[in-house]
């Protein structure tokens, strides 16, 4: 697994893409978008348009281990870290964006200027919809608030990176920190 150090975190390179917990159990996939309307236990699916593997919270949470062994589901604590390092959610995503792939007017895409390398790869809604394939990247934190867990994402043509919640049926990406 590539890496790379931000600060005195060291972060993936890429979001993650496994098919079985560190335990070695399937995590369910789940393609159809009613059953995943439905789901209250740990899913992924996989998303047809750019192949971004999506995980719901429940797998996030789930004590089989989503990241491999000397990784964990970086909290919001830590996501928060990484974006001080940019110099705060005002132009945090402009620094953490890939200068390619990311769609729509506006500036900027990204510089990707320390190799965290956010790619737009949309996310799933909690009714099953896979939607802004092109303009957003959402992420998990590990770190729950309610009946819902914090996020972060970012849109094309904007420097901001924001922070917030999404219901546990939500479909994010997941990038991972070392342990």
């Given at each position: 697994?590539?890496?790379i150090?931000?600060g005195s ?5 890429k ?17 159809d978008?009613?059953?995943?309307a439905?789901?209250?236990?740990a ?11 999506y995980y719901?919270?429940?797998?996030v949470?789930?004590k089989?281990?989503?990241a491999?062994?000397?990784?964990h589901v970086p909290s919001d604590m830590?996501?928060?870290t990484?974006i001080?390092?940019y110099?705060?959610?005002?132009v945090a995503?402009k ?7 990311w769609d ?9 200027v320390k190799?965290?390398d956010?790619?737009p790869s949309?996310y799933r809604?909690h009714n099953g ?7 957003s990247g959402?992420w998990?934190t590990s ?6 867990a914090?996020?972060y ?6 420097s901001?990176?924001?922070?917030d ?12 920190i070392?342990?």
């Amino acid at each position: 697994m590539k890496t790379i150090q931000i600060g005195s975190q060291v972060w993936t390179r890429k979001n993650l893409r496994v098919f079985k917990f560190r335990n070695g159990d399937p995590i369910p996939i789940i393609q159809d978008s009613d059953e995943w309307a439905l789901s209250q236990e740990a899913a992924m699916c996989i998303n047809p348009y750019n192949g971004e593997c999506y995980y719901n919270w429940h797998a996030v949470a789930d004590k089989r281990g989503l990241a491999p062994k000397g990784f964990h589901v970086p909290s919001d604590m830590e996501w928060y870290t990484l974006i001080k390092v940019y110099d705060g959610f005002d132009v945090a995503a402009k620094l953490l964006k890939s200068p390619k792939k990311w769609d729509g007017a506006g500036v900027p895409k990204g510089f990707n200027v320390k190799g965290f390398d956010a790619i737009p790869s949309g996310y799933r809604t909690h009714n099953g919809d896979i939607i802004t394939r092109e303009y957003s990247g959402f992420w998990w934190t590990s770190t729950p608030c309610g009946s819902e867990a914090f996020c972060y994402y970012m849109f094309s043509g904007v420097s901001i990176a924001h922070r917030d919640s999404g219901t546990f049926r939500n479909g994010f990406s997941v990038r991972l920190i070392k342990d």
